[in-house]
């Protein structure tokens, strides 16, 4: 195991994981009295407990946090807010669609951090591999739900030109 570039990876999957919340709470509250506000929801949820479970798996391996990393991730979803969308004072159907495609891109990446951790886990027995199958499926349903929210929210927006 390379301590330098786990420890970067890691922190670098841990301020993507930070941003990936962050989003996906917003689109929660964005959506709120939408059809897709439980599935929302939901989803938030779950990002976040992969983020607390990203941490768990940092201090097994004995990797601390950079929070300089952490607030790097913050900040950067909060300025993805300031993105022109056709619309001064509120939400945009295209600002959904966006977001949702944002989310979509962090899941995978979230994947395959997953799939990439299994061969250490296997090599160190520190981390267990049942575990990480079990994540790397749950963010494969993510991607599969994300997916799903994305072709109804283009579906609106693009096809029935609904913002």
């Not at 390379?2 to 941003?19: E, F, K």
């Not at 979803?77 to 600002?95: H, Q």
């Not at 951790?117 to 349903?141: I, K, M, Q, S």
């Amino acid at each position: 195991m390379h301590r330098d570039a786990l420890r970067i990876y890691l922190n670098d999957h841990l301020s993507g994981a930070t941003s990936g919340t962050e989003l996906a709470r917003r689109l929660a509250r964005a959506h709120g009295s939408s059809p897709h506000a439980a599935e929302l929801r939901r989803l938030a949820e779950d990002i976040a407990e992969d983020r607390s479970t990203m941490l768990d798996v940092m201090g097994t391996l004995g990797i601390a946090p950079h929070r300089y990393k952490v607030c790097a991730g913050w900040a950067a979803e909060k300025a993805a807010r300031l993105k022109p969308n056709g619309r001064v004072l509120r939400r945009a159907g295209l600002s959904t669609i966006l977001e949702l495609e944002t989310l979509r891109m962090g899941i995978q990446g979230k994947y395959m951090l997953w799939r990439a951790l299994t061969p250490l886990a296997r090599e160190t027995g520190r981390v267990g591999t049942a575990r990480l199958d079990e994540l790397t499926e749950r963010a494969r349903n993510q991607m599969a739900v994300v997916e799903e929210l994305h072709l109804s929210a283009a579906d609106i927006v693009l096809r029935r030109g609904r913002t």
